[in-house]
């Protein structure tokens, strides 16, 4: 029995010609090299068993809102009958893999993200601004929150708490998912500005300052410290949440400043900074122990020197150490509160202690 005849392969450039046109046009002799030539030489935007660029695209994106719309698997892809179907539509065409297909579906869903991000905060600013204006108030944006400056995030709660009346009205005004805040939740960002700001304010100044001097350290915790223990608005909050906030913060004051007073750098740098002394520390146990290192550093540089450069070096050490700073040498920052229980400190000469 006589093996059956290959079938001949039938080439796709006969869709563009027929038979009588190319003998006419391309002298058609038996193969098809010749009318592939001349299509492509006339047609250089596709050629024969190719989908141009655009057309393959339009595929993909079909894909794409295909799995988008009705929820599909992305390895929908590798389905043989889901093949056969793409075959069948464009023969050319070639299926992207389903980790390619994720990536896209991750960008087109990102793109479209961010377009419903930018259309919803202009109408909203807008709406915002128009609300104010109505309500006799100054046009005030709301503040977003950066990463790496911690204070934003207290400046965008500070922001959105002055602004909850247009903001709510805005929102109310608004085709929008996002409800209003609650009262309960106005009050937890009230108690988490009332325990911040202090921090804010420390923020501030150490921020406009040139040159920082580390005898600035520990007063600093220290008086942070204090407006979390003695500050009347800290110590009565509301919430849950603020209380938690207060006591979580007071813990790590604590083990801040008990290894900070530890350092000798900083404990030296203090205790002979003419604001701080002993003042600043935050209980008597460290000054005194700030103290008793001073005076030993000082004994040790004192026997190196003569016996009368020694005598007046100690006499004037232990004036230093023994004296007072005044009211005019404290820190002192307009509008601020955190170096005022440390002045309160100054006038009754007593060092706070909170441990």
């Given amino acids: 029995m006589e093996p059956a005849p290959k079938k001949r392969k039938y080439s796709s450039v006969w869709e563009y010609f027929d038979l009588i046109t190319a003998n006419k046009r391309v002298g058609y002799n038996g193969n098809t090299s010749a009318m592939l030539r001349h299509h492509r030489a006339l047609h250089k935007d596709s050629s024969p068993g190719d989908s141009s660029s655009g057309e393959k695209t339009d595929i993909t994106e079909a894909i794409i809102a295909m799995i988008v719309e009705d929820c599909l698997p992305f390895s929908i892809v590798e389905g043989s009958g889901f093949k056969k179907l793409v075959k069948s539509c464009n023969p050319s065409y070639v299926l992207p893999t389903r980790q390619a297909l994720k990536a896209m579906v991750d960008k087109k869903y990102n793109e479209n993200k961010e377009k419903a991000k930018a259309t919803v905060s202009a109408s909203s600013a807008e709406r915002l601004s128009q609300v104010q204006s109505q309500m006799g108030r100054p046009t005030l944006k709301l503040i977003q929150e950066v990463e790496t400056r911690w ?113 000798t750098v900083l404990l030296m740098s203090t205790m002979l900074d003419p604001r701080f002394k002993k003042l600043s520390f935050l209980s008597p146990h460290k000054a005194a122990e700030a103290e008793r290192r001073l005076t030993s550093e000082c004994a040790s540089i004192i026997r190196h020197t003569s016996v009368a450069a020694s005598t007046s070096s100690a006499s004037a050490s232990t004036s230093a150490s023994a004296s007072s700073p005044t009211e005019s040498s404290q820190p002192q920052k307009r509008g601020s509160k955190l170096w005022r229980r440390l002045d309160e400190s100054v006038q009754k000469g007593k060092t706070p202690s909170h441990l």
């Fill in 151 to 263: 204070n934003s995030c207290y400046n965008m709660l500070q922001r959105l708490y002055q602004e909850r009346e247009p903001v709510a009205a805005a929102l109310a005004g608004l085709s929008t998912d996002i409800s209003p805040f609650s009262s309960n939740q106005l009050n937890i960002i009230s108690d988490s500005l009332k325990v911040l700001a202090p921090f804010n304010d420390a923020t501030i100044e150490l921020s406009e300052e040139k040159c920082v001097s580390g005898s600035k350290v520990i007063p600093m915790l220290t008086m942070l410290h204090t407006a979390l223990v003695e500050e009347e608005e800290i110590v009565n909050m509301s919430t849950p949440e603020g209380i938690t906030l207060v006591e979580c913060l007071k813990k790590q004051l604590k083990e801040k400043l008990f290894y900070l007073q530890s350092q």
